[in-house]
């Protein structure tokens, strides 16, 4: 919502230069109107980042920013008007010899009925915006200085989310190599075998399936591997599709087929993670897959030990919790606590007490380092993460994506939104994410040269 404030004042802030500000006001028949909406604006977007941290446990605050979001869309559609006759004008001169007006509003203006609509229409947003400024005095709301949110530089953010950074203790490597064993031994039964890894979310299932399905011995075995995430809500078609490799094919009856002639007879391993039902086993892929070779094997990771007695697993491996100390650990390593000795001590017992909060979640204790990373690393600010009323909004590991949410800048917060425009396990390209963000306005101008050197770390983020 604070990108679109900035936008909306940014656009009028334009013309209201010394050299137009008689004239705009002028030809839009509105004197001081624009002037006046400044102002508030200004005022309204220097709260915003308090009353975004405070919705979540006070419902006046949350009404408040529900009705400044209602006089946003009203802004946007000042914004929207303003760009097409602006475009219509750009067009209209360059296709003539007329010359341009340096301000494009200033031109497209000069039609009476153009300047009749923007006119009333920034009288009665500023008509709205007095009731919502009245509110806002009432509801103790912080100011929050502008060049507080900004984005960190790149050498603090956290490194990759997959590799050996986010593997603590030595379990994992010893169920890595014990499931490795286990699916590549040979049994001599010709039937596709099915394995799980079960456990709560956020607890490190893809994790392991991930080293599992990239170490060595795993690659050389089977001839065909796949991996295809199936998520809550899957899609026959497209599961069908992404096994197949076929993008074609619209129908199950067509899709089979060639799922069976690509797989028949070679040895495949396949990667079903995140599974939430038996059908995609049971209804979908059992018979399909009879006429891959002998010793081919099935992985899945979920939540749900029935699932997997369901689909007859003749191994489940069960995935525990972190202990205190690796919980530890693994937050230093994603908040690059790697200085003195002296830093880290000082440090622990605050870090001990939020990754207690995390319950030894993997996911959640990443998540919380995505927060820390853009602190200082100081106990006060450490503090403030702990005592953070995000922490009571639901369950591990969502609240903590409000921790994360609430303590992004305003550009961040407008880009993670935007991601669940996207369905779930849709595997988006950092490259096309940025351009998209780029596109819609969410990096201004002058941070872009600044965002590709960060998109890395805001996309893991």
Sequence with gaps: MAMILDAFVSIFFELLVESAKKEVDM??????????????LRKISNVLADAERKRINDKNVDDWLKELKDFMYDADDILDLYRIEADKCSEASSSTSSVCFPFPLLSCIRKPLVAHEIGTKIRDLNLKLENISRLRSDLNLE?????KQQ?????SRMTSSVGDIDIVGSKIEEHTQSLVDSLIKDDGRRNILVFAIVGAGGIGKTTLAQRIYNDQRIQEEFSVKKWVCVSQEFD????????SGEAQEQSRSSLEPKVESSLGGKKVFLVLDDIW???VWCDLLCNTLKSCAAGSRILVTTRNEQITKQMMAVHTHHVHKLSSED??????????LTGEE???QHLKDIGMKIVEKCDG???AIKMVAGVLCTKEKTRRAWNGVFESTAWSTSGLPEEIKGALYQDLPSCLKQCFIYCSLFPEDYRILKKDITALWIAEGFVKAEGVRLWKRQQKSTAES
């Design 236 to 243: 026959d078609i497209n599961l069908l599709k992404d096994i």
């Design 27 to 40: 030809l839009l028949g509105v004197p001081g109107e624009i002037k006046k909406l400044q102002n508030k």
């Design 151 to 155: 984005v960190t530089s790149p050498s």
């Design 143 to 147: 100011l929050t200085s502008h060049d």
């Design 327 to 336: 919980s530890w650990s693994l937050l230093c390593k994603k908040v690059v």
């Design 277 to 279: 039902t038996a059908k």
């Design 361 to 363: 979640l993997p996911l």
């Design 342 to 344: 002296g830093e880290i």
